[in-house]
């Protein structure tokens, strides 16, 4: 009885290590996927502007938009901890409007491949936050 149990607590372990480990991956993921949604809306608020002044204003207005909306509620530390489903929902529209600036200033290709990555990325992050 005892032989079993030791066995389970070992195996819990290891499961719990492999947990650790995707997490710190995904974790990176996450990171690069939040440094190429800035890129990319910049990037297309630089192209929605025609003078030089538009073109400056678009291009700080919607990463800076980003960048508040993240600290605010989506960030591990943000200072507002909505529900999980209310985060989730917060990056998919974050992740699926770089989504649609990377398909408008590249390829359609390129936006969509952003998205489904974002969307694992997001999926993987809320299920392991209820672990």
């Known amino acids: ?4 149990l030791s066995e389970r607590r070992a195996k819990r372990k290891a499961e719990c ?6 997490r710190a991956l995904n974790s990176v993921l996450r990171f690069g996927l939040e440094l ?4 990319g809306l910049g990037r297309f608020g630089y192209s929605l502007g025609g003078s030089a002044l538009t073109k400056l204003v678009w291009l700080l207005a919607l990463p800076g938009a980003m960048v508040l909306a993240w600290g605010a509620f989506i960030a591990p530390k943000a200072r507002i901890k909505p529900p999980i489903a209310v ?7 974050v ?18 491949g952003f ?17």
């Open 1 to 4: 009885m005892r032989n079993e």
């Open 17 to 22: 290590r492999r947990l650790e480990g995707l």
């Open 36 to 39: 190429a949604a800035l890129y």
């Open 87 to 93: 985060r989730l929902g917060l990056e998919l529209f």
């Open 95 to 112: 992740f699926g409007a770089a989504s649609y600036a990377f398909a408008a200033t590249y390829a359609a290709s390129l936006g969509w």
């Open 115 to 131: 998205l489904v990555v974002s969307v694992l990325s997001s999926w993987l992050n809320a299920a392991s936050a209820n672990i």
